[in-house]
């Protein structure tokens, strides 16, 4: 799965899309798509991720109290 980072718009591959959803992770971890050469896996915060598209990932995915009230 791809997603973009907010700051500069760069595309980063998730290698694990378990740690993405996973509300209890604050960090994913995933390769930049920079160039043709594969880079090395980094960790990324999920708050500085969203969707190519702009969208911001669901709030369950980030916060393991989302059902709780908790705003």
Partial sequence: MLLQLKDTGELV????IQELIDPNNDVVHAREQQGEEEQQPD??????????????????????NYRGGNA
């Fill in 13 to 16: 591959k998730i290698l694990e």
């Fill in 43 to 64: 960790s990324f915060k999920k708050e500085n991720l969203v969707f190519p598209s702009g969208e911001d990932l669901p709030r369950c995915w980030l916060d393991a």
